[in-house]
């Protein structure tokens, strides 16, 4: 056999498809195997092949309960290859005619080349400048990092790493090519091995290229060529955090290959860390913008006041040398009260929660002025700073906004881009509702589903473009501001999951469906004919919500442990006796800890996207406890509407419960 071609799928049936059919053109005249290897797809790409392929012959299905990942479902079809030369094909590309036959003749008339990849274009036409590389050395993943082989593509000392100083147009010997498309003779892989299955995506070709190389082969880029790959259709139906798993991965390429110097394996991984860090701001840089604005003129606010003060009351000021405390320490202050309010998002500015974060800064440094005489500025000035900033704040916000549309809120110009969670008559029809709403601006960008099989379909003219699994990627990529959830086809566990695995992508969660009276609380509720729809308030995840609770349970913990717990622990020690009452203060300190909350959850909740708060002492489970209580909605119920107040009327319920028992 001339050939086998290896395809590892995961949810695309719809590009393998076409895959196969080009293969099909592709290798007339040659003869061939094609091993497809199935990871653990719901999208119906098993029954697809079995029924569409299968009986055509010349096809072998591998099927995986699990996703293995792409190193290890290679492997399985390298076992079963029987072909003289290999091919690992990626399921989302399309061949040329003359992929296969010109790729057969390079590697016939080139003997020393063990493994080779064709020149790879991306759907509009551009060049993949993965399909040619250089191992990430020292200096290499320095230019990358620091983006001179993107300001120097033309330079052969900056850009190493994609090589774009060499001619696309020819053939030549490089350090690695991209694993969506890879050719290697059957003996190369005999004797170097497969994939290293610690790779679970990306990275892997890299690491299998480098031990060709040691076992004495070349590596090819070859022009004559062409494929097209869509690059990243696998990833878009998962819930993978793709940044992170590839980071992981350069990094275990690093620690298994260029570490034999402790400093270049340094300063490898502090080249990866940047890169990993100036992603991460470069999808930040609106928060670090409003960060600093907001800290200089906090500092050029207060500055103002002061000198103002001074002029009019005849003091002389602090000394200059306490200036770093007199003017850091209250800016930092403010900030710290602007981020737990949620001022800060990286993808649009809030007016009203800045007003928030002054009021709240406003009162804490007023009061700090009562505990630090020394470097307390007078009332006067704290009322002159905060009157700026009330104007100054809210200016440069408004200015981005209005003038440079900058942070502007997409639902303030256009219409809200919405997405319903669920695919039943029940979805539709509130989609439908929601379509034919006119006092409303809102557009419906399709449906969400529960099996990637679904994905693609149309159902009275609203397509389903996601799954409950990956509705995080699709909120940030389709910048979705309103996600509304049909009750009846989703469980209130996965309504609370998808709400608390997206608590940072700034959109609203509503509801709409049957029982509704056990998730109202603290909601906007408004009628779209005759289905409310109401709004959640997710409060246990909120970051301020968080940091009140936490204050609450330190401080009363602190209390309790000073003035009550020292004789209820004498008492029980005496008596051997605990009542329900002790038994409860005796595990007060588990709270200082930060083990136990004073009010939370029965127990841990076992889906993990599923925050419900830290297990409490007590909650709505101790005191609505009877044989027909349903524990986990009442866990549900108390995280939407946590506040301190709530905390405080279970409390006391708790301890008057906890009394009657006794009498």
Not at 43 to 53: A, N, Q, Y
Not at 240 to 257: G, I, S
Not at 481 to 503: D, K, T
Not at 583 to 603: D, E
């Amino acid at each position: 056999m001339d050939l086998s071609i290896i395809i590892v799928n995961y949810n695309v049936k719809e590009f393998l498809q076409n895959l196969l059919h080009s293969i099909n053109k592709s290798a007339a005249g040659i003869s061939y195997e094609i091993i497809i290897i199935d990871n653990a797809s719901d999208d119906g790409s098993v029954e697809f092949i079995k029924e569409k392929f299968l009986p055509q012959g010349g096809i072998k299905l591998i099927v995986n309960s699990t996703n293995k990942g792409f190193g290890k479902a290679n492997n399985q079809g390298l076992l079963a290859a029987k072909g003289k030369y290999i091919l690992l094909l990626n399921p989302d590309t399309l061949l040329r005619e003359d992929t296969l036959p010109k790729m057969i003749n390079f590697f016939e008339s080139t003997p020393e080349a063990g493994i080779a990849g064709c020149k790879i274009l991306n759907p509009d036409g551009s060049i993949q400048l993965a399909c040619r590389r250089s191992f990430p050395g020292p200096w290499t993943s320095f230019c990358k990092v620091t983006g001179l082989s993107s300001l120097f593509p033309k330079s052969r000392i900056f850009a190493r790493y994609n090589l774009t100083y060499l001619d696309e147009n020819q053939t030549y010997e490089v350090d690695a090519i991209s694993g969506s498309f890879m050719m290697m003779r059957k003996e190369v892989y005999e004797k170097a091995g497969g994939f290293d299955e610690d790779f679970f995506m990306y990275g892997e070709d890299l690491d299998l290229c480098y031990r060709i190389q040691k076992a004495g082969y070349k590596v090819y880029y070859v022009h004559s060529t062409q494929i097209i790959h869509y690059k990243g259709e696998s990833t878009k139906r998962s819930s993978l955090d793709e940044t992170k798993v590839f980071y992981d991965a350069m990094n275990l390429f690093v620690k298994k290959h260029l570490s034999s110097s402790f400093l270049v394996e340094i300063i490898l991984h502090l080249a990866i860390a940047f890169r990993k860090f100036f992603a991460s701001l470069g999808r930040r840089k609106l928060i670090i913008l409003s960060v600093c604005l907001d800290f200089f003129i906090f500092n050029l606010s207060l500055y103002f006041a002061n000198e103002f003060y001074v002029k009019i009351s005849g003091w002389h000021g602090f000394p200059t040398n306490s200036y770093p405390i007199i003017f850091t320490i209250p800016a930092l202050l403010h900030l710290f009260v602007a981020s737990i309010s949620s001022v800060y998002k990286k993808d649009s500015l809030s007016v009203l929660k800045n007003f928030l974060a002054i009021f709240i800064s406003f009162i804490l440094l007023s009061a700090s002025t009562f505990f630090f005489k020394q470097y307390a500025y007078s009332r006067a000035t704290v009322l002159i700073t905060y009157f700026i900033l009330i104007f100054t704040l809210t200016f440069w916000r408004v200015l981005l906004k209005v003038v440079f549309k900058v942070g502007l809120n997409k639902d303030e110009l256009t219409d809200k881009r919405t997405i319903i969670v669920g695919s039943n008559s029940h979805a539709v029809t509130l989609a439908e509702k929601l379509k034919a709403k006119q006092t409303d601006l809102r557009s419906i960008s399709g449906l969400i589903g529960q099996s990637n099989k679904d994905v693609g379909k149309i159902i009275n003219g609203f397509e389903i473009i996601g799954t409950v699994d990956n509705i995080r990627k699709v909120i940030s990529e389709r910048k979705i501001r309103e996600v509304i959830f049909s009750s009846e086809e989703l469980s209130y566990n996965q309504m609370m999951a998808i709400v608390s695995s997206c608590q940072n992508e700034n959109v609203e969660f509503k509801l709409v469906g049957n029982n509704l009276d056990f998730l109202v609380g603290k909601t906007s509720v408004s009628i779209l004919d005759d289905m409310p729809l109401i709004e959640i308030n997710y409060n246990i995840s909120q970051p301020l919500m968080k940091f009140l609770k936490s204050s609450f349970d330190f401080v009363l913990a602190s209390f309790v442990l000073i003035f009550i717990f020292p004789f209820i622990y004498l008492i029980v020690k005496v008596t051997k006796n605990q009542t329900e009452f002790r038994k409860f203060i005796l595990r007060v300190p588990q709270i200082i800890t930060g083990r136990l909350s004073f009010v939370g959850p029965q127990s841990p909740v076992k889906n993990e996207k599923l925050y419900l708060g830290k297990k409490g002492l007590t909650g709505f489970w101790y005191i609505e406890n009877n044989e027909t209580t349903d524990n986990d909605r009442l866990d549900i119920l108390y995280a939407k509407n946590q506040n301190i107040w709530l905390d405080l009327e279970i409390l006391g319920k708790t301890l008057n419960k906890m009394w009657g028992n006794r009498a």
